[in-house]
């Protein structure tokens, strides 16, 4: 069934009246990373307001791959739980050339995880249970209120804001933009992307059918029933799925977008007429990010710092992690505890995020999409043998799925440790009685101590139980081991054994941005 | 990690060669050219070491 699209409330703002106070953060966006942003902020202790110039979810599915990281961090947020019950979980990708099936993958092979490797979900969900989770948390929301102007003062930026009753003011310390790829903040700023357009267009469609098609992402190059092209699959709920279809260069949009040249299409994938359509668009690709993601007082984050082709699940991932990784900064800064200079630990290290989603999308995107020539000869010569020798099909190509990357940070390590828990990288999950290690680590500043731990003011530390698969992932072949790991629950520094003094060092350090 | 082998090391240089072609032999020029690029990844595979492959790619750019 299509969603029920129903509109938030409009209220007109006390800044319409009088003078607010300075704020201490304005969101620009509540789409899933600005909800998400306050949402964080609101949990480390910071009120912020969320400004958008709409009034309802986000229209089409857009997003709807969460990855296990998204929902472990959307877990924390308070909506893991409601997200997983009604997405649609999965964990295997087939890949097809025409009729035969070359590659497969598996996303989470082993066991031991509160959060599967993925669901599918439409954005208008993920929205809608963030709007709630926020409402309940005290968020200032304000729909219908679309910024119209941003000056950086020395110490606050200001913005001017239009709504339905005329326009305002508002002053913050910091502004963190999440208005999304045609980041109009960015444009008032006179801000560019950098990066790769690729000329390839894209047909992507929501339909509603009755249908038993498994919960697999299944990809075809040059399938029988769309010529010479490609085509993705992914099941949604409420009988919802998502259909993208390669269109080529080309193509004409304003043709292409006519239910007349869809619905034939469609058919064709999916082998009857007996399904609506739910929404439609037409996509190109891009591969580009801003060069800093801070500045000066307004940070951007999601989709207005970077953007990258689909097929890998990294819009949406990308922009929680980015979210992730300045939340705790953010309001550090904003409490005093930290020197401004922290968040370009934040530029830093989601720069390097976004670099890692951009190769892997641009890689992706030459495979599906090969230039005419060599690009295209080799792409084919992949897909020839993928179905005849086994070394070619972890070439093919179809979208790499998100995976967090590790941050590259020059913290104290112990290589013999299990390297998937080396610093930088998001701590391992490990069942815990009845519960779980990621949920135990919360989202602050802890000690995770396998043996001896020294005590540290305002440290809290963690004794895991080591079963099985603590040991396998926390501890490898060593007996004890230290791990101080972040409020974004990112490992900061590990030792086999420390001093008071070394972890204070290395608190010290991530709390100031150092590492 | 084995360099690049760039001295004589098929046993019998005219036999292979004339293998090679032989290969080809009726394919159109394009359909050569299609069969020379899964000839690449067939051998690069069989190769593996990164640093002779990345040697064999220098090698096959100079002069180029």
């Known amino acids: ?515 | 990690m084995s360099a690049l082998i760039t001295r004589p090391n098929i046993a019998d240089p005219d036999g292979f060669y004339a293998r090679l072609l032989a290969t080809h032999k009726g394919l159109s020029e394009g359909q050569s050219h299609a069969l020379n690029a899964r000839l690449v990844l067939i051998l690069a595979n069989h190769i593996g070491e990164a640093a002779a492959l990345e040697a064999a790619m220098v090698l096959a750019r100079d002069g180029a």
């Not at chain 1, 119209?148 to 709504?163: K, N």
């Not at chain 1, 359509?277 to 207005?304: E, H, K, N, P």
């Not at chain 1, 890998?312 to 979210?323: C, F, K, W, Y």
């Not at chain 1, 540290?456 to 791990?483: D, H, M």
Request: proline share 7%; charged share 25%.
């Open chain 1, 1 to 515: 069934m299509p969603y029920d699209y129903r509109p938030f409330d409009y209220v007109p703002p006390a800044g319409l009246r009088e003078a607010e106070p300075r704020h201490p953060v304005v969101i620009v966006g509540a789409g899933p990373v600005g909800l998400a942003m306050a949402i964080e902020l609101a949990n480390h202790g910071v009120r912020a307001v969320v400004v958008d110039d709409n009034n309802v979810v986000s229209v089409g599915s857009r997003a709807i791959c969460w990855s296990k990281r998204s929902l472990e961090i959307l877990d924390r947020l308070g909506v893991g739980q409601p997200c997983v019950e009604k997405g649609v979980i999965w964990q295997v990708g087939r890949t097809y050339h025409r009729e035969a099936e070359v590659f497969n993958f598996d996303l989470l092979p082993e066991d031991g995880h509160k959060m599967p490797a993925f669901v599918n979900l439409q954005q208008y969900w993920v929205e809608a249970f963030l709007v709630a989770r926020a409402v309940e948390l005290g968020v200032d929301l304000r729909w219908k209120n679309r910024v119209t102007g941003v000056v950086q003062g020395a110490d606050h930026v200001a913005l001017s804001i239009e709504t339905p009753d005329g326009t305002y003011a508002l002053q913050a310390d910091y502004v963190v933009a999440c208005d999304g790829a045609r980041s109009p903040l960015r444009g008032m700023l006179g801000l560019e992307f950098e990066g790769e357009l690729f000329e390839e267009r894209f047909l992507i469609a929501d339909i509603e059918m009755e249908a038993d098609f498994p919960s697999e992402r299944r990809f075809w190059f040059e399938p029988g029933f769309h010529a010479g092209q490609s085509a993705l699959l992914h099941k949604q709920p409420d009988n919802i799925y998502r259909i993208d279809l390669q269109l080529g260069w080309d193509t004409d949009p304003e043709v292409e977008r006519q239910p007349e040249r869809i619905l034939p299409r469609i058919e064709r994938v999916v082998g009857h007429r007996d399904f609506s359509l739910d929404w439609t668009s037409i996509y190109t690709f891009q591969c580009r990010r801003m060069r800093s993601f801070v500045q000066d007082r307004v940070i951007f984050a999601g989709d207005s710092a970077h953007v990258v082709s689909p097929f890998g699940a990294r819009g949406g991932n990308s922009g929680l992690q980015d979210v992730d990784a300045l939340g705790w900064r953010l309001a550090a800064v904003l409490r005093g505890e930290a020197p401004a200079a922290a968040l370009m630990a934040y530029d830093c290290e989601r720069v390097h995020g976004a670099d890692e989603n951009l190769m892997n999308s641009s890689r992706s995107t030459r495979f599906m999409s090969p230039g005419a020539g060599v690009e295209r000869l080799f792409r084919d010569a992949v897909l020839h043998l993928a179905g005849r020798a086994d070394f070619a099909r972890p070439m093919v190509n179809s979208g790499r799925l998100s995976k967090p990357c590790t941050y590259p940070l020059e913290a104290p390590d112990h290589p013999a440790l299990p390297q998937a828990a080396r610093p930088g990288s998001v701590a391992p999950d490990a069942p815990q009685g009845d519960g779980w290690l990621i949920d135990a680590l919360g989202g602050r500043f802890v000690l995770v101590a396998f043996g001896e731990a020294p005590e540290l003011p305002g440290l809290p530390v963690l004794r895991p139980q080591p079963n099985a698969a603590v040991i396998k992932r926390w501890l490898g072949s060593e007996v004890t081991a230290l791990y101080l790991v972040r409020p974004d629950q990112v490992i900061a520094a590990r030792w086999v054994s420390a001093s008071a003094e070394e972890v204070a060092a290395a608190l010290l350090a991530a709390q100031e941005g150092r590492t």
